[in-house]
């Protein structure tokens, strides 16, 4: 069975500063790896996608993320964060033997200093 | 293109009541997923549907939770005598035919208290 790990539940950074989100998945084939952001009240909205490919895959909002499959991280990255980027961040994985669902890790909690 | 839609976006219900919610998935996608999400915690699968086909349902918490896409296009999520612990957000999402390297669109979500 797939799972996910967020190590980090959160993370403050100041605006203007470079971010990281750690995700590190479990799965025995070639995964589907997602990364959703979700604010307050908002449904989930879909920042990026990886499933074959060049590994570091570009997102919107300025996000990027790197599949790295010795680590089996998907970690996802911003050069220079905004105070609109507080949110939650949910990193998951796919499963194509699994009626396409999709695991979820707990989640990091970004929070903007400014 | 409207997004998913849920409605209703807020119910509040007493324990052992019924209660359905239902999701108006991206129009031209084929399959729709329902998911639960609980305060701090990420979305958890419940079922998915690839047109009126329910593929899989494994995951259903229980007996008392049920769903349906009877025309291949909104479905609705029951639960049937609600307990406290059903307290939650219910999530929808939809795709495109080609599985999971069309990404999922999650609607705003129905959240349920049960008093």
Known sequence: ?114 | DTGVSQNPRHKITKRGQNVTFRCDPISEHNRLYWYRQTLGQGPEFLTYFQNEAQLEKSRLLSDRFSAERPKGSFSTLEIQRTEQGDSAMYLCASSGQWGLKDAQYFGPGTRLTVL
């Open chain 1, 1 to 114: 069975a797939q799972s996910v790990t967020q190590p980090d539940i959160h993370i403050t950074v100041s605006e203007g500063a470079s971010l990281e989100l750690r995700c590190n998945y479990s799965y025995g084939a070639t995964p589907y790896l997602f990364w959703y952001v979700q604010s307050p009240g908002q449904g989930l909205q879909l920042l990026l996608k990886y499933f074959s490919g060049d590994t570091l895959v570009q997102g919107i909002k300025g996000f990027e993320a790197e599949f790295k499959r010795s680590q089996s991280s998907f970690n996802l990255r911003k050069p220079s964060v905004h105070w609109s980027d507080a949110a939650e961040y949910f990193c998951a994985v796919g499963a194509s033997d699994a009626g396409n669902m999709l695991t979820f890790g707990g989640g990091t909690r970004l929070m903007v200093k400014p």
